[in-house]
């Protein structure tokens, strides 16, 4: 009778997630897995079984495939600009002598802007009247199409983005400086090791808990990018910034091809699953190599 009654506490304790999860993921998983062999357009009562024709016509799709070069663009320059920024702050910050907390709650503020306020502001220094663009003009005779260039645009919302995330970041990989324990580093000196050396073979290779978990969320950034394209770009120009939740936005809103979006959706869910798996698999294999199981 008690291990019933301690059951259906249990079950009672989570059950609000369980609902939840039902409701927000488990509901509308299915309803887009049953989209994606439609081509219902949000507006007619119809709903017409037409297969799998909108995976193969995703598959053939010029701006599908722009969004899926465009998306692996933006890993390339997200997750390295990310750490990079998240672990000079961490470092920087951690060998302070005190009021550590208070600049970790500086570098922690852009992590909770807004998205659309910052890429308004964003958009607005970059105009072609900005006080930035006047002056470069006026003094340098240089004109600058800041978001016109494919590759300046995919550059700077990497760099928006990577800003508002480092700042959590870098807690996380100051939680993991906190935990090396300081005798290795002492042990290192007596034994003449630079800087830069335990940099690279000591520091490093303890951190492989944060960074694993700092890569693969910074991989997860990259795979979901949309406020900032959508702001400063919509994709453009010439679907240089288009990324998956851009063209499944286009598709099922402005296009109403919601059976064509949801198909987008699966693969684009797909290849992102694959890929931090492979980056996962990629990662573990480098801890082993430095004593991590």
């Known amino acids: 009778m008690k291990d019933k009654r301690e059951n259906r506490l ?49 598959i053939t799709s010029p701006s599908v495939k722009a969004a899926l070069v465009v998306t692996y663009k933006f890993l390339l320059m997200v997750v390295p600009l990310t750490l990079l920024l998240s672990m000079g702050i961490a470092l920087l910050v951690n060998g302070l002598p005190k009021f550590k907390g208070l600049y970790f709650v500086a570098f922690f503020l852009p992590y909770l802007s807004s998205g659309v306020v910052t890429s308004l502001i ?24 800041w978001l016109g260039n494919a590759n300046l645009a995919v550059f700077i919302i990497a760099f928006m983005i990577a800003w508002k995330m480092c700042g959590y970041y870098a807690l996380i990989l100051n939680s993991g400086l906190n935990n090396i324990n300081q005798e290795i580093y002492e042990a290192a000196a007596l034994d003449g090791s630079s800087k830069w050396t335990t940099f690279w073979k000591i520091t490093i290779p303890l ?41 499944i936005y286009n598709q099922s809103f402005v296009s109403l091809k919601s059976g064509y979006a949801s198909a987008i959706a699966l693969i684009a869910s797909f290849v992102t699953f694959a890929s931090i798996g492979v980056i996962q698999k990629g990662l573990e294999k480098w801890g082993e190599k430095n004593g991590w199981q």
């Open 10 to 58: 249990g079950w009672a304790f989570i059950a609000p997630y369980v609902i939840f999860t039902l409701i927000f993921f488990v509901v509308p998983l299915v309803w887009s897995v049953w989209l994606s062999v439609t081509d219902w357009n949000m507006m007619s009562p119809d709903i017409n079984f037409v297969g799998i024709s909108n995976f193969t016509k995703a």
């Open 122 to 145: 964003v958009k607005g220094l970059l105009s072609r009247n900005s006080a930035l663009n006047v002056f470069l003009r006026g003094r340098f005779n240089i004109d600058i199409n």
């Open 207 to 247: 951190l492989y808990p944060s960074l694993l978990t700092v890569i693969v969320l910074a991989v997860g950034v990259s795979f979901s990018i949309f406020t900032e394209v959508y702001q400063l770009t919509g994709g453009g120009p010439n679907f240089g910034t288009n990324t998956w939740q851009m063209e």
